[in-house]
């Protein structure tokens, strides 16, 4: 092949965004990830438990997976566990996004084969990253051949696609520095079980409290923020920082 031919072949190779399936069973909290992940320029389907997840793998191989632990039914180790003796998934890119934040909790989805674990509540940015960093690592290992020389034709391909999703993350606006909103400490607790995914009787029980009383505080928290839903709230919390 001539130098013109590579050239030319090299070039008509399209840039395609990643694409990415997001697995949480708390419509909120799901609805704001994936706003975000579209905004950095993924392609993202959504599932609301495991088995639509598993559906849906089977429909559009994705890029990377991201997913929830704890959720009704089919857990995220026993998801994850499904993908890893599937020989289709065996290597796709598995990222832990979860409540469950303890170091053993961390060890144990390691062990059970997760790329990348990352507990809520988390910096949006931070996630970003982590999938950017396994994608491309991934798209590395791709563009080798089987003695280990690179395949240009592929790499060129992934080159593409990363400069793809890195023009698309410049063209979001960023805080230029934190929002500074007055939070009582009992608003700031509501607000970081609420990006956490749990629901007002979920979080009065956690805060010895009346569901009303929670009612009023996620009232408040609109109002302060300029939202009208939890899933408004939880995605202005996320890109601002106020969750602790």
Do not use: H
């Amino acid at each position: 092949m001539s130098d013109q031919t590579q050239s030319v072949e090299l070039q008509d190779i399209p840039a395609l965004p990643a694409r990415l399936l997001l697995v949480d069973d708390e419509p909120g909290l799901r609805e704001a990830v994936q706003a975000y992940l579209e905004e950095s320029n993924f392609v993202v389907d959504v599932a609301s438990d495991a088995r639509e997840g598993w559906e849906l793998l089977q429909q559009n191989l994705p890029d990377l997976v991201v997913t929830d632990i704890m959720m009704p039914g089919v857990d995220g180790y026993q998801f994850l566990k499904q993908m890893r003796e599937d020989p289709r998934f065996k290597a796709l890119p598995v990222v832990f996004l979860t409540a469950k934040g303890m170091t053993t909790d961390r060890i144990q989805g390691y062990q059970a084969g997760c790329d990348a674990y990352i507990p809520k509540p988390f910096d949006p940015e931070e996630l970003v990253v982590v999938v950017k960093n396994l994608l491309e690592r991934r798209l590395v290992s791709q563009s080798m051949n089987a003695d280990g020389s690179p395949d240009l034709a592929t790499l060129a391909n992934q080159i593409a696609r990363i400069e793809n999703m890195l023009q698309g993350r410049t063209g979001i606006q960023q805080n230029s520095s934190p929002v500074q909103i007055d939070l009582t400490p009992r608003e700031q607790s509501v607000l970081d079980l609420v990006a956490q995914g749990l629901m007002n009787k979920e979080i009065a029980r956690r805060l010895e409290t009346s569901v009303r009383n929670v009612e009023k505080y996620v009232s408040r928290l609109f109002t302060k923020t300029g939202t009208n839903s939890r899933t408004e709230l939880v995605r202005y919390a996320l890109e601002n920082g106020l969750t602790q």
